[in-house]
């Protein structure tokens, strides 16, 4: 790939190959496969009319009742791109995610919808403005915090990545990892 690079207004521009297109598509789309709100870790609600009303009613029964709060995710990805407002309390966590997971699920999709709609089907020329650029670093920060969580990637990444044997199969999700990190240093760069 070839480094972002800044453009007048703003943005940022940049190069990719087929297969580094390919590769970003392919993970922000499994982000955004698990942030849907029947995504994996985070099962349908109800579509009976009888769970929609208890549901309603739990919604507007107010703080005091917090049965139509969401649990925070077992999923150890969703719980870090959803993380707990307040780790030492649980029920005010559970309140914090009752008020602000829907929208938070929400912003991230659509920072990764924005990356899906501007990367080149086939690789080549990317032109981002200001606000696409942005989206873009969100994107890349919720794929880079996945991969890390199902790499159990520590802050000695560097020292983790070198005791994998060329042979091991977790080498290539960390060269991944450490590609991902360097596109993200180059459109923050760009920025700057």
């Known amino acids: 790939m070839e480094p972002f690079r800044s453009t007048r207004g ?3 521009r940049a190069t990719l190959r087929p297969a580094e297109a390919d590769l970003l598509r392919n993970l922000v789309g499994q982000v955004v496969s698990l942030l849907a709100p029947d995504g994996p870790g985070n099962p349908s609600p109800a579509r009976d009319d009888d769970a929609l009303l208890a549901r309603l009613d739990a919604e507007l029964s107010g703080p005091a ?3 139509g709060a969401p649990e925070a995710p077992e999923d150890p990805v969703l719980s870090r ?4 407002g307040y780790r030492d309390d649980p029920e005010a ?3 914090f995610r009752r008020y602000t997971e829907s929208s938070l699920r929400s912003a991230k999709q659509e920072a990764a919808q924005v990356m899906l709609d501007t ?3 086939d690789g080549g020329r990317i032109r981002l403005n200001s606000d696409q650029a942005q ?5 890349l920060n919720d794929v880079r915090l996945a991969l890390g969580v199902r790499l159990n990637v520590t802050e000695e990444f560097e020292s983790q990545w070198d005791q994998l044997g060329a042979d091991d199969p ?3 999700a960390f ?3 450490a590609w991902l990190g360097a596109v993200q240093e180059s459109l923050v760069q760009a920025l700057a």
């Open 10 to 12: 703003g943005g940022a």
């Open 65 to 67: 009742q917090a049965p």
């Open 81 to 84: 791109l959803l993380p707990d």
């Open 93 to 95: 966590s559970q309140e």
């Open 119 to 121: 990367l080149p089907g």
């Open 135 to 139: 989206a873009w670093l969100k994107a």
């Open 170 to 172: 977790q080498r290539a």
């Open 175 to 177: 060269e991944v990892y």
